[in-house]
């Protein structure tokens, strides 16, 4: 029988959470769906637990051992059998009724392209994201995270799915005030960790966006804006939930470049946010400001100096803007 539902998981090296996160979709209240691995080539036990679970579920293994993650993630739909493609990643544990409340959810309303839902942090992991620094710093750090939070997030700290006038991202998604949400409701982009898109349209926009570089951060809402583009609907939904924890092993290695985050950065931007008008210009240019003194103080704090990449990385940005 022909899936419903093809759910996409790229793993590198992160075999404790990859068995997790297979134990979790054993455990779906719906089960017509299948499983597509992208391996990039693991050294650990990645094999041995994807060996476990292919007698409890219908897996499809690839090996694709290029490091661009634009290139993993896009590999998957192309292999998938079902209208409907999910992407999670290999750190998250998915909610009894996550596939069935993604099905549900299409099944209402044919202008639904796509769907996401909460992938709650636990509060011990936020440090592991650079976004959340701010947010349980002491002190002038304490005041960094309000002025973030009030300017930059313009006071939307907790809604999910917002991108604001800077180019930053509302984590409204990441925290259980989401939770409490009663119906889905339309957002600017779908959570990375946990999308899932109309096939179809996926392959009428001609999939990821190879120019999205390295770990290819933005690439995943640069997709599905570029299908919203053509009068289609994003939604989240409450009920569509995981957990994400966090890992810092295995591909989290390579996000350590920020030259590449940058241009990143700029290539979504100006591709789907900017837009001609003084408070865009001006948010954008204290947000840019803001960035670069992170980049800063990361390389000082880690006596790392490949942090100043950043600065490379934005005028490498600027260059593209100017390029446009």
């Not at 455990?27 to 769906?33: P, R």
């Not at 009724?97 to 209402?108: C, R, V």
């Not at 701010?134 to 995270?145: M, N, R, T, V």
């Not at 837009?275 to 990361?298: A, C, D, R, T, V």
Request: aromatic letters at 14%; a positive charge; charged letters at 30%.
């Amino acid at each position: 029988m022909k899936p419903d539902l093809s759910v996409i998981i790229a793993t590198f090296n992160r075999a404790k959470n990859l068995e997790k996160c297979l134990e979790s979709l054993t455990c779906q209240s719906f089960s017509n769906f299948e499983v597509i691995i992208v391996d990039g080539g693991s050294t650990d036990n990645t094999k041995n637990v994807i060996k476990k679970f292919e007698r409890k579920l219908k897996i499809k293994k690839i090996i694709f051992k290029k490091p661009q993650l634009a290139q993993v993630r896009d590999i998957g739909w192309r292999k998938a059998k079902s209208p409907i493609v999910a992407w999670i990643d290999d750190d998250v544990i998915v909610s009894k009724n996550w596939a069935k409340e993604i099905i549900d959810t299409f099944k209402k309303d044919k202008k639904i392209a796509g769907v996401s839902g909460p992938n709650i942090i636990p509060k011990k992991l936020l440090k592991n994201r650079d976004i959340f620094t701010f947010y349980q710093a002491k002190g002038i750090f304490s005041l960094l995270g309000k002025f973030w939070e009030k300017f930059f997030l313009e006071g939307k700290k907790y809604e999910p799915g917002k991108i604001l006038k800077c180019g930053a991202w509302s984590p409204g998604a990441n925290f259980p005030h989401c939770l409490k949400l009663k119906n889905p409701t339309e957002v600017d982009y779908l959570e990375a960790c946990n999308m899932a898109l109309r096939r179809d349209l996926v392959a009428k926009v001609g999939g990821f966006d190879f120019d999205f570089k390295g770990t290819a951060e933005w690439s995943e809402l640069d997709l599905a804006i570029r299908i919203k583009k053509l009068g289609y609907r994003l939604v989240f939904n409450p009920k569509v939930r995981v957990t994400h924890f966090i890992s810092q092993q295995g591909v989290y290695s390579r996000r350590k470049s920020a030259e590449e985050r940058m241009e990143n950065f700029f290539k979504f931007y100006f591709r789907h946010i900017f837009k001609p008008f003084p408070n865009y210009i001006f948010k954008f240019i204290i947000y840019l400001l803001f960035l670069n003194s992170y980049w800063l103080y990361k390389a000082i704090k880690t006596k790392n100096l490949s942090w100043l990449g950043g600065w490379l990385g934005s005028l490498r940005g600027l260059k593209y803007l100017y390029e446009r």
